[in-house]
Structure formats: C-alpha cells, structure tokens
C-alpha cells in the first residue's frame, strides 16, 4: 500500500507542480487511526500528505461536484465509475478531469476490526502486504486483511478504474470472488409483514444526521427533498414513517445510478445498513433493463430512458 | 414512458420493504376513457378496501411531539 501511496503523491507533485490541473483530490491519514479522509492537494508541497491505504471509504467523485477548474482525482473502481455517472448527468467535462487510477484492494471495514477489540482503543494500524498490525495500549495483533473487508468491497466486480488517464501501480483482479445476488435484497424471500420489521429493525438507531446522503456522489441536489420545507415531502422526526420515508425515498433516488461503493455505510456513525435498500434496486436495474452503473461514458442513464418493450405487467 | 421505469422500480421497491401489493396500483387512461376511468377507481376502491386501514408509514404525532 505504502508503494502506491508514494506513486500517488509523485504523480500529485507532478501534475500539480506541471499546471496540468488546479487540484488533486485524495485521500489523507485521519487523526485517528481507521478513519482516512478527503484530501485537497492544491500545492505539491500539500501534496505530500496524500496516502492511500485500506481504509480509503470515502467517494472521492462526491467532490468533483460543482468544482471550478480542472482537476485530478485519485480514483479506484467504484470511483471512476461514479465519475463516469457523473460525466453522463453532464455535472463536468471529461477534459478536465483527470483520473489518477489505482487498483482497488478492497477496503477494511473499521466496525469489524474494532469489533475484535471491545471496548479496547486502537491507536495504531499498520499495513502490512495481506495483514494489519493492530496495535493498542498493552495488545498488538496481526489480522488478515481480506476477512475485514467491507461487506459491499466483498461483491464488488470492478475493482480497477473504468477510465484513467495514468495508472498508478498494476492493473489487478476485478473482484474478489463474492457473489452480490447471494446477498443483494437480502428481504426479497421474506413475507411483507417479516419485511417491514426488517427494515424497522435496520433503520431503529438513525439519527437522521444525513451522513450516508452527504457522502453519496449521486447526491448534489441544491436543495434535497428532506431539506424541502415548502412543501415538506418528509418530517423531520424520529417517526417510524419519516425516517422509512427518508430511507426509501433516498435510495429510489439512487435508482440506476447506485455503483454499490458503500460510502452512505461507511460514513454512518450509527452502523446502518442502508444497502439493504440500494442492492434491491440496484439488481432491478440490472435485472429489468439490463444496465450497470458507471461502466461506460455515453451511456443514457437507464431512469432518463425507455423502450417500447420494457416490463409493464404491473400497469393495468 | 420514462414514469413507466420509475413507477416498476418504486413499486417492487416498495413491496421489498413490506407495503402490500395490493395497494399501489398504476394504470394507463387517456382523458377520453371515462369508462376504464370509472372502472379503474371502483377496482382500485375495492381492493384496498380489502386489505383493510393501512398498518404502515402511519406517522403518530402523540409518539413524536
Ligand atoms: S436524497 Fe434525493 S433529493 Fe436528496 S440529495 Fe439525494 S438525490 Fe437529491
Ligand atoms: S447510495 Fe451508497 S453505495 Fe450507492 S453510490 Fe451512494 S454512497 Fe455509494
Ligand atoms: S448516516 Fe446513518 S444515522 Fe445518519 S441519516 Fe444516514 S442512516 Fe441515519
């Protein structure tokens, strides 16, 4: 990882110190261990604090929106291809956007690390080629990478950029081996009243904090439908009906667009499992219409399209 | 035509999370067809009739004020 993140900041210098773009979006270390965060590199001086390791969850796309000027943006699969969404919602130009690509390893759930260690404070992980050194006061231990993944890094199927204007490191699998029809709609073989518990039970600590929006790269509404007050689509209480209406609306909103990057799950401070929702309409689209979010530029966003024989069996 | 998509990937949205079929229906009726019109709404009427009061998305306002 650690050799990545050097090609990551040399090409950052570069590109920064050359002109070619005004800013280089990346990641950086978090104050805390686990938790890296967004990074703006304007100056290749910044650019030295640019990292890349297994816990890079953020959606670095999100920050693209609205950005005057060219810019770079360190991009593994999910990445590119909601730049891809992007470019095709005509939200920039390809030409200035620059795609730093990185083959993506998947990356590590911090609730499942922190879960080995209850009630114990991590102040250091250490990465290491298939392991993290977790490190403690009074415990240290050497954990296998690949059982910590993130539920959603572990169906993904396109793990290397879709577009990249230079490659940092090589090209490498494209998933890892998980299958997401085992586990997307997981309420599909329940009966409706079992369902609707389900998603009580899934949505019962949200805090309505708005988080898993805030880091979706599909949503840069100027004004977000739970934001409207005028008139207001949606309460603003801890109701069962406002927050299911949250949920549901927002990931309707996801429809077609969804690339399963799991940066809604992983910025929720309360461990909701939102892509309970987004899987199910996410193999809809793919099932009904055939279509995979941010594979292709040019692409016509599937919900922007029809045809004269989509499935219409439930209009009566 | 673009609603038609919309309205499929709502509606089984909707039953996943446990509404009852039952009570989301769509049609297609031009403003020339009061009959299916009429036929429609009395079809509709009936069948959630039949499922009874709604049991979900029911917001209480004494639980939440
Ligand atoms: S939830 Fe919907 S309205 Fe809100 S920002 Fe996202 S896409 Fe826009
Ligand atoms: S809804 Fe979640 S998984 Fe889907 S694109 Fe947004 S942040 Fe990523
Ligand atoms: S981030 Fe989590 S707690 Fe916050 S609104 Fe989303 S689901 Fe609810």
């Given at each position: 990882m650690e050799?990545?993140?050097?090609?990551?900041?040399?090409a950052a210098k570069r590109l920064l110190s050359e002109g070619k773009v005004d800013v280089v979006i990346g990641y950086a270390k978090g104050s805390v261990p686990m938790r890296e965060y967004p990074y703006f590199a304007y100056t290749p001086e910044e650019a030295e604090n640019l990292t890349w390791t297994s816990f890079c969850c953020n959606n670095l796309?999100?920050?693209?929106?609205?950005?005057?000027?060219?810019?770079?943006?360190?991009?593994?699969?999910?990445?590119?291809?909601?730049?891809?969404?992007?470019?095709?919602?005509?939200?920039?130009?390809?030409?200035?956007?620059?795609?730093?690509?990185?083959?993506?390893?998947?990356?590590?759930?911090?609730?499942?690390?922190?879960?080995?260690?209850?009630?114990?404070?991590?102040?250091?992980?250490?990465?290491?080629p298939e392991h993290l050194l977790v490190k403690g006061q009074g415990f240290e231990q050497r954990i296998e990478r690949k059982k910590f993944l993130r539920s959603n890094c572990l169906t993904c199927v396109q793990r290397n950029p879709v577009i990249s204007d230079e490659m940092i490191g090589e090209k490498g699998p494209e998933g890892h081996g998980g299958n997401i029809?085992?586990?997307?709609?997981?309420?599909?073989?329940?009966?409706?009243?079992?369902?609707?518990?389900?998603?009580?039970?899934?949505?019962?600590?949200?805090?309505?904090?708005?988080?898993?929006?805030?880091?979706?790269?599909?949503c840069y509404c100027h004004v977000c439908f739970v934001d409207e007050a005028q008139p207001q689509w949606c309460g603003k209480t801890q109701d069962e009906a406002d927050v299911a209406t949250f949920h549901i609306l927002r990931a309707?909103?996801?429809?077609?667009?969804?690339t399963d990057c799991g940066a809604c799950e992983s910025a929720c401070p309360q461990?909701?499992?939102?892509?309970?929702?987004?899987?199910?309409?996410?193999?809809?689209?793919?099932?009904?219409?055939?279509?995979?979010p941010?594979?292709?530029?040019?692409?016509?966003?599937?919900?922007?399209?029809?045809?004269?024989?989509?499935p219409q069996d439930f209009i009566k | 035509?673009?609603?038609?998509?919309?309205?499929?990937?709502?509606?089984?949205?909707?039953?996943?999370?446990?509404?009852?079929?039952g009570r989301l229906h769509f049609s297609w009726i031009s403003s020339a067809e009061a009959e299916k019109f009429q036929k429609t709404v009395a079809a509709v009427t009936e069948a959630v009739k039949a499922l009874g009061p709604a049991q979900h998305m029911i917001k209480d306002i004494r639980k939440v004020a």
């Open positions: 050799a990545i993140a050097q090609k990551i900041r040399e796309a999100l920050y693209t929106i609205r950005r005057p000027g060219r810019m770079a943006v360190v991009a593994q699969g999910c990445v590119s291809r909601n730049l891809v969404n992007l470019i095709n919602e005509n939200q920039f130009k390809r030409e200035d956007l620059y795609v730093i690509g990185v083959n993506s390893p998947g990356m590590v759930d911090r609730r499942k690390v922190q879960a080995l260690f209850p009630g114990k404070t991590i102040t250091e992980v250490i990465e290491e029809d085992n586990v997307a709609a997981p309420w599909e073989k329940l009966i409706p009243a079992e369902r609707w518990a389900e998603l009580q039970e899934t949505l019962k600590d949200c805090i309505r904090c708005y988080a898993c929006r805030d880091a979706c790269p599909l309707f909103h996801c429809a077609g667009r969804c461990g909701i499992k939102m892509r309970r929702l987004t899987s199910k309409i996410e193999k809809d689209i793919r099932e009904l219409y055939g279509y995979r941010g594979m292709e530029i040019g692409a016509t966003p599937p919900m922007s399209l029809f045809r004269p024989n989509d | 035509m673009f609603a038609r998509r919309r309205f499929a990937v709502l509606k089984n949205l909707l039953e996943y999370v446990g509404i009852e079929p």
